[in-house]
């Protein structure tokens, strides 16, 4: 039932409208930011097509189809060889494959199109799942391509990404692109108070912080964030000064410490926000569009003065550092050189890109 799903309306009705005509595409690919729900509404479409009782084009949500579909049986160990087949839901016809480490690979994309060529076991159809599609390198991109071209008209496949561009444009050209925006940080607001996971106030900066993403706010504990912003918000007025060197290498030290292993990427994209809020009040935005409005007069005193081209420039190199992030750059140099760079942007043009140490 696609009403129970958070966002989105816009996809519901196209995936409604899909179903209704029969006319469900056998590859899709999900393309939104992370956390919005996509592997979410691929359950559902699964769900609507082997329900036992559906209501009208939807699933019941309630049969034991239903019920067995949602129940996905991920390996009880963290090792890489249980991640290497296809990973079976409780529903004989509706699987999902994750990238073991970095990649997905060749055997796992075999495994989907030996698959998707039985017909159905149980249900009116297969559906397979492929969690971050951008993880396909150039060999299992041209492995899938085979069941891609065509798929047979028992089977599904739904890719899930959040960086489309990463894909081969032959895997993009053989998928029918369904777009998730962002969700509204009401909507995430008001899934937290209603499923009393957080309180009124907590909610709401979750919310804000959450940059579109339920994962985001189902995720995050309020303490670290407000640890990490702290952090991060040092490094924005460093920043802003342009001159406060030795504070950006205090805080390029700090963001590689062992303690702070896990909360790497976390902290970066803490950055961007805090980038962005500034980058919106040195252009006289409204403060209602502000996402960390509870630390306001900080974000205020750093956009004063602040030159309203350079907080693009600082987003570009922190994405473009990200990207090296795939290839297992080494972390604590690249820290070095992308806040000393970061510092250095001209107000006119981008920097050369920079070349990053790989471990």
């Known amino acids: 039932m696609f009403d129970e799903l958070i966002g989105n309306d816009r996809v519901k009705e196209l995936l409604r409208r899909m179903l209704q005509s029969s ?23 699964a769900r609507a097509l082997n329900c ?5 084009v939807e699933a019941c949500g309630s049969c034991p189809a239903c019920k067995r579909t949602l129940k996905i049986n991920y390996p009880a ?19 999902l494959v994750v990238a073991p480490k970095r990649v997905l690979l060749v055997h796992q994309m075999r ?13 009116k159809a297969r559906v397979f799942i492929v969690e971050d599609a951008d993880k396909l390198n150039e060999s299992s991109a041209n492995a899938l391509l085979k ?32 777009r998730f925006s962002p969700l509204a940080a009401a909507e995430i607001e008001n899934y ?36 990490q912003r702290k952090a991060m918000l040092e490094v924005l007025e460093a920043l802003a000064r342009s001159d406060d060197r ?16 896990d909360e790497y990427e976390a902290r970066l994209d803490v950055l961007e926000t805090l980038i962005r809020d500034a980058w919106l009040l040195s252009l006289g935005a409204d403060t209602e569009t502000i996402v960390n409005d509870d630390v306001l007069p900080e974000l205020s005193r750093m956009a004063k003065g602040l030159d309203s081209k350079r907080p693009a420039i600082w987003i570009g190199q922190i994405e473009e550092m990200r990207e090296q992030l795939v290839v297992n ?23 050369p890109k920079r070349r990053y140490i790989i471990k």
């Open 147 to 178: 069941i891609l071209e065509e798929p047979p008209p028992t089977s599904h496949i739904i890719l899930l990404t959040s960086r489309p561009a990463w894909l081969l444009p032959t895997i993009r050209s053989r998928c029918q692109v369904i």
């Open 246 to 261: 030795l504070q950006l290498l205090r805080s390029a030290e700090q963001l590689n410490e062992a303690q702070y292993k």
């Open 23 to 45: 006319r469900m595409p056998g590859a899709m690919l999900f393309s939104g930011e992370d956390g919005v729900g996509k592997k979410m509404f691929g359950l559902e479409i």
């Open 329 to 351: 750059i080494n972390r604590k140099p690249a820290t070095d050189a992308l806040f000393l760079t970061m510092a250095a942007a001209s107000a006119t043009e981008l920097p």
């Open 111 to 123: 495994a989907i199109e030996s698959a998707a060529n039985y017909r159905p076991f149980e249900g």
């Open 52 to 56: 036992r009782a559906p209501q009208g």
């Open 77 to 95: 160990g963290d090792e890489a060889d249980d991640f290497k087949g296809i990973i079976w839901t409780g529903h004989p016809d509706v699987g």
């Open 192 to 227: 937290l108070t209603h499923n009393k996971v957080a309180r009124a106030a907590e909610a709401r900066v979750r919310a804000r912080v959450a940059r579109g993403s339920l994962r985001r706010a189902l995720a995050a504990d309020l303490d670290d964030f407000i640890e």
